[in-house]
């Protein structure tokens, strides 16, 4: 069903038209002084807008006419000046109480809808604070009827609301997140004929992100996100049936509602017709974006009209994002067949296809094998990919892929570290930086899935890897350190080669212009030497290249927010191959970030260490009950059930005394001494430390000074 069909419940077309039963009242308000104004700099006039106004007749004399001109008058300078919006409203309602049956030009009607509102950034920051403060308004947008009433005197004035006049609208419905109006604007655009831009739809979707960040009753968030998913599968198909190609800041926003609203459908349909990817065949086009196309070609049919928009490029952040939402809808097959065939896709694919058509060698021609081959959209994993592909993995359960994905991320890791040291023992001044590295957030859902399900094998597997992890980023920060330091020394020994040299130029230089006898032969062979030498000085040096040590860190990027996508402009897509821009290493980051991960894998091993002795120690006790009951328990090496004596139980079992420096236990340990003389110490030390421990606090409280 398409959106105009939907039956959204606000910004509704029947509203009361701007009263004339209290015209005095009005009179009054447009005539008072205004307190606030707003600076003339920052009001935009549109174009035309000052010769709207209609001149005033020199033959015309009567009350109504000079009643019209005057409030005419108010109105045009309250525009002009930047009046607050509530002056503004008040002398264009004052000028349509006396306008009678004539009507105003387009132009003023529209500057008066620009102007009757507060900025957006206001409203957006008031309305974040009522409603964080538990104060929900009755409208979502104060000012919902005044844009009503307007648009309706445009169309009552026959004339036609303007494509900018709606986006205005929906640029303030976003700002205070009011996506059902937002829809029913775009309704209202769509029933007058009006054709949406790519701006359109960012509006659109900018008021239902913005919704759902701010703050929603607990009994009303099942409403809304079910109410936010039919939104935003009716916008993707209304862009489908439109020919609206994604833009980069659309599909952005699209990406971040989809996160929270979970719907499989409208984001399977979001890949196909934003990446070109189908994610039920990724090694293949899908046929919605190319069989349909080359048909058309086929046939002559194929038009600009009829084109379908080119997709979006694939890059790592869409990549980190597919998982994301992939993960969090909890199918994993989905997941994992996503993850490698868009991280590594097959480069052939097309070959390995099988087609019943192609033995029927009867009928038509036989296919061109000249065509190109298609290369499906793919990106490069980093280290937060293999992160959160690893978290969703734990967090449904699969320990046998997520300890696949573990070890996979540990061979990159080195494989990366292995091409670093192989360029800097090449001296090559461009060395990328790692995107791969193992650190405990790789670790981390491993161990929670372990320690969940008790499941010992993924924790002695753990306890495995991790000495050999961290021996190996301790070599690493050894060998870069070390490198950085030579770094340094050849940096300053070249410094201080320049500072003689230069020392040495400003002598001779000082020599060639103290010399009085310029005409002599010995002179001359000075100057013509001294020349020589400071020829380096006046001619241009080459650029030196920058070394590792130099270069200044690259800014991460952020997050932005959603109000600081720009969806007014529209890239143009890139005719070659996209290529991801490739950030150069930088050694003091690269030193810090190591020096972060060992501190942070140490304390982890310690964590998994005593993990391991917890469970195990739990597991141990569980059974001992059972076997203390009489009852049966399953044994490995025989592969059956049965029962075990107590005596035999703690043979097998081989319990041990706790440790006295355990820094994970809650209580304090103490060993026990079996004893009697250490056990009568122990009791009488302790009634010992029991009967004065009155006596101390009492003899506190008398030595405090009596103010106290």
């Not at 190319?290 to 084109?307: E, F, H, P, V």
């Not at 573990?406 to 990366?416: F, L, S, T, V, W």
């Not at 109000?563 to 890139?574: G, N, R, V, Y």
């Amino acid at each position: 069903m398409s959106t105009c069909a939907l039956p959204y419940h606000a910004f509704a077309p029947a509203l009361l038209s701007v009263t004339r039963t209290a015209p005095r009242h009005l009179l009054r308000t447009s005539s008072r002084p205004s307190s606030s104004t707003r600076p003339f700099s920052s009001i935009s006039l549109l174009p035309g807008f000052l010769d709207a106004f209609p001149t005033p007749s020199k033959h015309s004399s009567s009350p109504q006419d000079c009643l019209r001109q005057q409030k005419l008058t108010y109105l045009k300078d309250s525009l002009i000046r930047g009046r607050s919006p509530s002056r503004v409203w008040a002398d264009y309602t004052a000028l349509l109480n006396v306008m009678g049956f004539d009507t105003l030009p387009l132009e003023i009607h529209q500057q008066v809808l620009r102007q009757c509102t507060p900025p957006s950034a206001e409203l957006r920051v008031s309305t974040a604070k009522r409603l964080a403060a538990g104060n929900a308004p009755s409208a979502p947008h104060i000012h919902e009827g005044r844009f009503q009433a307007i648009i309706r005197n445009i169309r009552a004035s026959d004339a036609r609301p303007e494509l900018s006049d709606y986006h205005f609208i929906l640029e303030q419905f976003a700002a205070v997140g009011h996506h059902i109006g937002a829809m029913h604007v775009y309704k209202e655009l769509i029933g007058a004929n009006i054709m949406p831009q790519p701006r359109t739809f960012g509006l659109c979707l900018q008021a239902i992100a913005h919704r759902m960040q701010l703050p929603v009753q607990k009994q009303h968030k099942e409403h809304l996100s079910v109410e936010t998913r039919r939104m935003m599968s009716d916008l993707v198909r209304e862009m489908r049936r439109l020919r609206i190609a994604f833009t980069s800041a659309n599909l952005d926003l699209t990406m971040r509602i989809l996160k929270e609203t979970l719907d499989m459908e409208t984001f399977e349909e979001l890949m196909k017709w934003g990446y070109g990817i189908d994610l039920s065949n990724p090694d293949c086009p899908p046929v919605e974006f190319y069989g349909a196309q080359n048909l058309k070609a086929d046939l002559g049919m194929d038009t600009q009209t009829n084109r379908l928009p080119r997709p979006q490029v694939f890059s790592t952040a869409a990549l980190n994002t597919t998982i994301e939402i992939l993960g969090r809808i909890g199918n994993v097959s989905k997941l994992v067949q996503a993850f490698e065939v868009l991280t590594n896709p097959l480069p052939r694919a097309k070959e390995h296809m099988f087609s019943s058509f192609d033995d029927d060698d009867d009928f038509g021609v036989a296919a061109s094998p000249t065509s190109p081959p298609y290369i499906p959209p793919h990106a490069t994993p980093n280290t937060t990919s293999y992160i959160m592909l690893i978290r969703h993995l734990c967090t449904i359960g699969h320990a046998t892929l997520a300890r696949h994905y573990i070890n996979e991320a540990m061979y990159y890791d080195r494989q990366k570290d292995g091409r670093t040291k192989t360029s800097i023992k090449k001296n090559r001044s461009a060395i990328p930086a790692p995107k791969i590295s193992v650190n405990r957030g790789t670790f981390l859902p491993a161990l929670g899935l372990s320690n969940r399900t008790k499941n010992l094998s993924l924790t002695r597997w753990l306890t495995r890897k991790l000495p050999g992890v961290l021996r190996r980023k301790r070599y690493n920060l050894e060998y870069y350190t070390k490198y950085k330091e030579k770094m340094e020394k050849q940096a300053q020994a070249l410094k201080e080669i320049e500072q003689r040299r230069a020392t040495k130029l400003a002598a001779i230089q000082k020599t060639r212009t103290t010399s009085s006898n310029a005409d002599s032969p010995i002179t001359s062979l000075l100057s013509t030497g001294a020349q020589t030498v400071d020829s380096p000085v006046t001619s241009p040096t080459p650029e030196k290249p920058v070394s590792l040590l130099e270069r200044s860190r690259q800014n991460r990027p952020k997050e932005e927010s959603i109000f600081e996508i720009d969806i007014d402009t529209i890239p143009e897509l890139p005719s070659a191959p996209f290529q991801e821009s490739v950030r150069l290493i930088d050694l003091d980051l690269h030193i810090r970030v190591l020096q972060r991960d060992i501190a942070e894998l140490q304390d982890f091993s310690q964590r998994v260490d005593f993990l391991l002795g917890r469970t195990v120690q739990r597991v141990k006790e569980g059974l001992g009950r059972r076997v203390w009951a009489g009852k049966d328990i399953y044994l490995a090496h025989e592969n059956r059930r049965r029962q075990v004596s107590r005596e035999d139980w703690i043979k097998d079992v081989n319990f041990t005394n706790r440790r006295a420096d355990d820094q994970f236990s809650r209580a304090p340990v103490m060993m026990p001494d079996t004893s009697p003389a250490a056990t009568r110490k122990f009791f009488q030390s302790n009634q010992t430390a029991h009967r004065e421990l009155p006596q101390r606090v009492l003899s506190h409280l008398h030595s405090m000074p009596s103010g106290e």
